[in-house]
């Protein structure tokens, strides 16, 4: 799509920004374009992956904790490793690991290095569908980020990550996580 023709198509997002304009005409608004634009994709990839894989009785969450297990096979994954990997506290990690402990999905094995501790490992069922499922989400994916060429894409990501790198050194710093 053209620039020009990518200018008068309008969002929800334009019309935000007009109407904050309107009420406080000074608002440099262009900040708004930019995260609330975010925001609203990653409903839109949120609802997608949601989608997808509901057909393997899965939530992003489950999805997160077997793809790091799966993506790890030989590695012993504890619980505060893996709470590192996919950004989760402890409470809702646990949450995870019980419902795909359920579903026969994961095991807790014994920690050789720490008595009161576990590994967590994908049983091969796990693996099974983890394999299927990342196949299907990566295709959705594809699917999400086809709008824009493959050079758009690699902007894009390059642009996605220095600001997903500003805003970790910035909470860091400020000690939030």
């Known amino acids: 799509m053209s620039e020009v023709a990518n200018q008068q198509l309008r969002d929800f997002v334009d019309s935000l920004e007009e109407e904050w304009k309107a009420q406080v005409p000074q608002l440099q608004t ?11 994709m990653s409903y839109y990839v949120e ?10 009785d899965l939530n992003r969450g489950e999805f997160e904790v077997l793809a790091v297990l799966t993506r790890n096979p ?39 290095n720490d008595r009161r501790g576990v590994i967590l490992k ?3 069922k796990g693996k099974e569908i983890t394999l299927q499922a990342v196949t299907s989400h990566v295709e959705v994916e594809r699917q999400i980020a086809s709008g824009l060429s493959p050079e758009e894409q690699r902007e894009l990501a ?8 500003q805003q970790q050194q910035s909470l860091n710093l400020n000690g939030l996580r």
């Not at 609802?47 to 393997?56: G, T």
């Not at 893996?82 to 402890?90: E, G, H, P, V």
């Not at 390059?158 to 790198?165: A, D, F, H, T």
């Open 30 to 40: 262009e900040p708004i374009s930019v995260v609330a634009r975010l925001v609203r």
């Open 47 to 56: 609802r997608r992956v949601a989608i997808n894989l509901a057909r393997y």
């Open 74 to 112: 030989e590695e012993n994954i504890t619980p505060k490793i893996l709470q590192t990997k996919i950004l989760i506290t402890s409470g809702g990690l646990s949450n995870r690991i019980r419902k795909l402990e359920e579903k026969g999905l994961l095991v807790r094995l014994p920690d050789p």
């Open 122 to 124: 994908a049983t091969e």
């Open 158 to 165: 390059s642009l996605l990550k220095r600001l997903i790198l």
